[in-house]
């Protein structure tokens, strides 16, 4: 069944450059409903209101809308006009025909800046503010969206998810099948739930999966739930047939500001978290923040750990309640893709900052038999690593204790397991992936609010030193 998106808001909320930007992610057509009125009358639409009015615009523009749905039945996104949606009958046909998806506008100052930047092509000029009723009657929004690397587009909204995941065959974990089957429909493989199966053998399955459902070098794949499963499906589309498409749709916190982007996938090994991957990113990632609806106060501070690390590394200010929105997610999440963006493939040095507190964090993690969850273990890792930066000389001996109160404020651990000394963790990060030579591992060390170091330390003996070399 065809799958058709129509992108509305308000005008100059950018309807028209992420229509064309999600359409050829989804392999679809786009339509730009403006165009195609420009198209069928030979005339602008600044003349046809200057000249007939815009009654007989929103007329034409109803022609155009009923012609757009009726044509050839493939996937489409149609970018309508700020105001199509306003007439009672326009609004009935779109939402019977697909989804609408209402972007939020920008600020006044951005929208007056577009507006202004296209002065005669909107004739009607800043309608937000008085059409925000309107506009806010409409549930599934998108909150902002912005390409990351290797051609990743993320979209970050509200109730995006299930139009866009229509059509594709899934990987999910077996917690997520049973909460979204009935919403999304049975997945085409389900993998064991938990960091304990994230192995080579559960590759292999996805393997044989993805061999029986007799998917081809044309075919997409699309992971459904948190960053074990995107990490796995993604490993998956990259070594299928040499390497497949495959869309990504987090369904955790901790997924949506962390592992949904960035392009890494893989599994772990007994010797190490993480050891055997690809870099392969997603060609479109969907951060729907109505999952987070379902997740319980202890998953959900799972995902503050990287939120507050993003915001150590940014220095940017914290979200305002327990449960983020997905304005805040996106605000978060660009801090990693701004990242990322500079050094996709961990080659220049800078992608080194997002390790911040998980050289230590990886180590617990491990010792605890992945018993800790991953963000636990990063916010245990981030003020582990902070008291390396005060024994180095390189932050405030009360920096620590800050970062401490900051992550137990969100609900999350923050001291190492007492039968983890330092003997233990030295001989874990033997085997991390980010260890040089000679036992040198390089830490990204939180030093203070925006101020992340990267930092040779010697794994001496049975303890840390600062590298010389």
Known sequence: MAKTIFLYGAPASGKTTLGAKLARRLDASFVDLDAQIVARTGRSIPDIFAADGEKSFRDIEADTLAAVVSADREDKVVALGGGTLLRDSNRALAEASGTVFCLDAPDDAELARRIGSAAGSRPLGNKARERAPHYGSFPNRIAASFEACGDSLVVVGTGIARALIAGYPVVSDSNVSALYSRQFGSPMATIPA????????????????????????????????????????GFAAATWMRGIDWVNFPTTLLSMVDASTGGKTGCDLPEGKNLAGAFHSPKLVVVDSAFLTTLPAAVLAEGRAEMIKHEIIGGI?????????????????????????????????????????????????????????????????????????????????????????????????????????????????????????????????????????????????????????
Request: glycine share 14%.
């Open 194 to 233: 938990g960091e304990e199966h994230k192995t080579p053998a559960t590759i292999v399955e996805l393997w044989h999966a993805l061999a029986a459902a007799g998917l081809g070098r044309g075919d997409t794949l699309a992971a459904l739930g948190g960053g074990v499963t995107g990490d796995l499906a």
């Open 317 to 469: 200010p914290g979200i305002a309640g327990a449960v983020p929105t997905a304005k805040e997610i996106a605000a978060n999440l660009m801090v990693k893709v701004g990242i990322v963006r500079e050094d996709p493939c961990e080659k220049l040095g800078r992608r080194m900052l997002l390790n911040c507190g998980h050289t230590i964090g990886h180590a617990v993690e491990m010792l605890s038999g992945y018993r800790l969850a991953h963000g636990s273990a990063v916010a245990i890792g981030c003020v582990a690593e902070a008291k390396l930066a005060v024994r180095f000389g390189l932050a405030q001996e009360s920096w620590p204790q800050e970062l401490a109160a900051k992550f137990g404020d969100a609900g999350l651990p923050v001291a190492i397991p007492a039968e983890m000394d330092e003997a233990s963790l030295v001989a874990a990060m033997r085997g991390d992936k980010k260890k040089l030579r000679g036992g040198i591992v390089d830490f990204a060390l939180p030093c203070g609010w925006g101020d992340v170091r990267s930092v040779k330390v010697t794994l001496a003996g049975d303890t840390m030193e600062r590298s010389l070399s």
